[in-house]
């Protein structure tokens, strides 16, 4: 017998498509494999010299540490844990938040395409290329934008304090989240990529139209740059999802200062205590 591919989603049941949909959101963050919450020993600034030399000749050499740590079902269901070797670590219910949207817009035939701006592995962006293909939807993208290198060094005044430029676990290759879409048979003419900068890539993005709008970007210089540039994009009814309002201070603040000076009144709607998101009302918004 044949297995059910990613790639006949489109002609499954509504019962098997959410069946499939469930699976994947569980393979994606890696909930059905409990040694995905080992915790990689990567090189770290606060590391004492000799031992960021042991791990770093280790890796060199092809070899990885892990401290293992138990699965916590709970931490992996509110993204609270970085898994060592799957998709995501955004979580499920932040998963289900995006599947929400996603159904959503379909439903309410909001036009525009999906985007994520910060993607580490891709797994957010595999789960909605997924659940396009699984309602048989042929004429939207979905767009990636990252630096594909990690987080750029911070540069401005909101920002101090919380620069990630040296952690290479955030640092993942455009050939790497290929792979993970090939994986998952969802890497086709209808996932683009936007590798760079945001601040280089996103003013001339040829991105029309926007219905879902996932900003994972962490720092505020990073978040405003993808609201300065995305946000017109965004069609009326689609949704803004922020990832790292309640986690991130920097985030949060570059959020609440947009919407202040945007004049958005759209209200903001918890997802697990960490992420948010709201829906883009019909009013053009002005700067105060």
């Known amino acids: 017998m044949t297995a059910i591919s990613p ?32 915790i990689e020993i990567r090189p770290r600034r606060s590391m004492s010299f000799f031992r960021k030399l042991m791990v770093r000749g280790l890796l060199n050499r092809g070899y990885k540490l892990y401290k293992v740590q138990s699965f916590d079902p709970e931490a992996r269901g509110v993204g609270k844990d970085w898994p060592s070797f799957c998709c995501t670590m955004i979580g499920l219910r932040r998963l289900d938040n995006l599947q929400f949207c996603v159904e959503t817009v379909l439903h309410d035939e909001i036009p525009g395409d999906i985007m994520e701006t910060g993607v580490w592995r891709g797994g957010a962006c595999i789960f909605a290329r997924a659940v396009l293909k699984a309602h048989g939807v042929s004429d939207r993208s979905v767009v990636l934008a990252d630096s594909f290198e990690g987080l750029p060094t911070p540069s401005v005044e909101a920002d101090r304090g919380y620069d990630l430029s040296e952690e290479s676990y955030l640092a993942v290759s455009l050939d790497e989240v290929k792979a993970g879409f090939e994986r998952f048979g969802l890497l086709d003419d209808r996932v683009k990529f936007l590798k760079g900068w945001f601040k280089d890539t996103l003013p001339g993005a040829d991105v029309h139209e926007v219905a879902v709008l996932r900003l994972d970007g962490d720092l505020y210089e990073s978040t405003m740059d993808v609201l300065n540039s995305m946000y017109r994009k965004v069609a ?53």
């Open 7 to 38: 790639l006949t989603a489109a002609v499954l049941t509504d019962a098997q498509g959410g069946l499939y949909l469930d699976l994947l959101k569980r393979a994606l963050t890696g909930y059905v494999c409990p040694e995905s919450s080992y």
């Open 236 to 288: 009326a009814g689609g949704f803004v999802i922020i990832d790292d309002f309640h986690s991130w201070p920097p985030c949060k603040l570059a959020v609440t200062d947009f919407r202040t000076r945007m004049n958005i009144v759209d209200p903001i709607v918890e997802i697990d205590g960490s992420a948010v998101f709201w829906r883009k009302s019909s009013q053009r918004h002005c700067p105060r």
